[in-house]
């Protein structure tokens, strides 16, 4: 297995808070990655710093280095729309556009540059296909994407990143918003989709780490206590801090 993104000496602070102190983590390829912890403790953060979401914050500053396959993503000559086309982003609630389902899934494609008719429903096609959406779509591509269960809109947004070719997926409590029907089926997909790309979600929910990753860290006030495979971590952790947050003593 290989790297495809590492963080070494990691720091990020919200103006005077530091969320983020000295992370150093190792994700590889087509794998599932599961960031696990108490509210407030940096997940997200960490997640945002892969794709430079956290620029969109006032305040932040980051020190370390943050490589994404072999490539420092901190320097400021680092073209970001083609950081965020190569490590897309899911939500916590779905949030397709107001448009029809095609142009939702298209949508990227047309950022780019992309007008061929042709390009574009084969791409449609092939990313609803992707998350076992095609066949249900299939007839209803003009219909508006706000019309769809909640599930289905997660996929949708789903499918929309992988309209533009991704390396990693970041997925930020993807089933949060959903039932728990909802919620298998969207880690059914996730465990089809590491075959091609590299996930990285963060979770409040431990068993769902547990199910679905292949790779979990602990974090606890920005730190990133503990990393290993997941099953290690769950039945056998290091750290004592590990243990308190998997048996329910802490957080």
Do not use: W
Not at 74 to 96: A, S
Not at 137 to 158: F, H, T, V, W, Y
């Amino acid at each position: 297995m290989t790297n495809i993104i590492e963080t070494d000496k990691l720091n990020l602070f919200y103006t005077a808070f530091q969320a983020l102190i000295d992370v150093d983590l190792k994700i590889e390829r087509n794998r599932i990655t599961a960031l696990i912890g108490p509210s407030g403790c940096g997940k997200s953060t960490l997640l945002r710093v892969f794709n430079r979401m956290n620029d969109l914050i006032e305040g932040v500053k980051v020190s370390g280095s943050v490589k994404f396959d072999g490539k420092e993503i901190l320097d400021n000559e680092i073209d970001l729309i083609t950081l965020r086309k190569r490590i897309g982003m899911v939500f916590q609630r779905p949030n397709p556009f107001p448009l029809s389902v095609f142009e939702n899934v298209v949508y990227g494609l047309r950022i780019h540059g992309e007008k061929r008719r042709s390009v574009l429903e084969a791409a449609a096609e092939k990313s609803l296909a992707s998350v076992l959406l095609f066949d249900e779509l299939k007839d209803k591509l003009n219909m508006n994407a706000l019309g769809l269960s909640l599930e289905q809109q997660q996929r949708l947004c789903i499918a929309r990143l992988l309209s533009v070719t991704p390396d990693v997926l970041l997925m930020d409590e993807p089933c949060s918003a959903l039932d728990p029907f909802a919620t298998m089926k969207i880690e059914e997909l996730m465990t089809l989709l590491k075959k091609q790309y590299t996930i990285v979600i963060v979770t409040h929910n431990m068993q769902q780490a547990a199910r679905i990753s292949d790779e979990c860290g602990y974090m606890l006030l920005g730190e990133l206590v503990e990393f290993g495979e997941t099953k290690q971590i769950f039945t056998a952790p290091v750290n004592k801090k590990t243990e308190d947050y998997i048996t329910g003593r802490f957080g």
